[in-house]
């Protein structure tokens, strides 16, 4: 059975950093994509980085240069490093396997990220 | 960047009723798309992908289509597990969300 289980997220104060992460069974990580979508208290859903099979990265714009998705081969886990972070970043995250032209296919819990001081 | 656009925001609705959503695009995704059906405090839940096809375990009376800019999800029958939060989403160009559709008991 596909699972994605995230965790890592609390309270941070603005500028500092935080690492979530996305434990993956049932599959192999290195063999997919995966991303990481937020979704600010009571907003919508927003993208915010894909790592590919190979090892590609993309991030959104907004978050590009302060977040880095990386995985874990030998643990089958998938990371979000999170630097300088900001109140606007304040979010639960999920993780989520891209079946790559078959959507989002399976989704973690959520972790809640809240940035303030 | 893609935007997507979906319409209505809100929609009240009555079990058994027949709902429509609509998404556009802000250019051709050719087919990219995929629709996502969200209840409080859970994680989205894949319905369909490639714009018409229907996600393992998903009831038939959910359907999609369109193509290029233009998109629909149809409930046939509205169920009471069906009222929730819809979104659309693109993967043509990296990806981006609509802004959700508010399914609501009338």
């Known amino acids: 059975e596909v699972q994605l289980v995230d965790s890592g997220g609390g309270l941070v104060q603005p500028g500092g950093s935080l690492r979530l992460s996305c434990a993956a069974s049932?599959?192999?990580?290195?063999?997919?994509?995966m991303a990481w979508v937020r979704q600010a208290p009571g907003k919508g859903l927003q993208w915010v980085a894909i790592?590919?099979?190979?090892?590609?990265?993309y991030y959104a714009d907004s978050v590009k240069g302060r977040f880095t998705i990386s995985r874990d081969n030998s643990k089958n886990t998938v990371y979000l490093q999170m630097n300088s972070l900001r109140a606007e970043d304040t979010a639960v995250y999920y993780c989520?396997?891209?079946?790559w032209g078959f959507g989002f296919d399976h989704w973690g819990q959520g972790t809640l990220v809240t940035v303030s001081s | 960047d893609i935007q997507m656009t979906q319409s209505p925001s809100t929609l009240s609705a009555s079990v058994g009723d027949r709902v429509t959503i609509t998404c556009r695009a802000s250019?051709?995704?050719?087919?990219?798309l995929a629709w996502y059906q969200q209840k409080p405090g859970k994680a989205p839940k894949l319905l369909i992908y490639?714009?018409?096809d229907l996600q393992t375990g998903v009831p038939f009376r959910f359907s999609g289509s369109g193509s290029g800019t233009d998109f629909t999800l149809t409930i046939s029958s509205l169920q009471p597990d069906d009222f929730a939060t819809y979104y659309c989403?693109?993967?043509?160009?990296?990806?981006?969300f609509g802004q959700g559709t508010k399914l609501e008991i009338k």
């Open positions: 490639r714009a018409s």
């Open positions: 989520a396997r891209d079946l």
């Open positions: 989403q693109q993967y043509d160009t990296y990806y981006s």
């Open positions: 250019q051709s995704i050719d087919k990219w």
């Open positions: 049932g599959f192999t990580v290195s063999s997919n994509y």
């Open positions: 790592i590919y099979a190979g090892g590609t990265t």
